[in-house]
């Protein structure tokens, strides 16, 4: 079963920046496009970025021109990072992973069905 793990959220003043990452367990994170998805609280799951395997980016509006993901496939890493952080940034943060590789997941409405795998998800609050 593979397992994602989040880290790096924290209570953040407004404008300033955090890098959120998730390990993946499995050998062959590298075939997977990796997701990361929001839910803040009282709403439903926001899809936020993706990048495929050949490390292009997508973007949600909310945040284009403010985050970056990465990914390491030796690592096994998957990264956001996002600048100018803004309270309505405020929201935890999930990882996911769809069910196949090189499986692209409609993110126009995201369900945790729509993914074989998820983290634990890692909190940001941007608050002053």
């Known amino acids: 079963q593979v397992q994602l793990v989040e880290s790096g959220g924290g209570l953040v003043q407004p404008g300033g920046s955090l890098r959120l990452s998730c390990a993946a367990s499995g050998s062959t994170f590298s075939s997977y496009w990796m997701y990361w998805i929001r839910q803040a609280p009282g709403k439903e799951l926001e899809w936020v970025s993706t990048?495929?395997?050949?490390?292009?980016?997508y973007y949600a509006d909310s945040v284009k021109g403010r985050a970056t993901i990465s990914r390491d496939n030796a690592k096994n890493m998957l990264y956001l990072q996002i600048d100018r952080l803004r309270p309505e940034d405020t929201a935890l943060y999930y990882c996911?992973?769809?069910?196949?590789?090189?499986?692209?997941?409609?993110?126009?409405?995201?369900?945790?069905?729509?993914?074989?795998?998820w983290g634990q998800g890692t909190q940001v609050t941007v608050s002053s």
């Open positions: 996911a992973k769809p069910r196949a590789p090189f499986q692209r997941v409609d993110i126009r409405d995201p369900k945790r069905d729509d993914f074989g795998s």
């Open positions: 990048i495929n395997t050949f490390h292009g980016a």
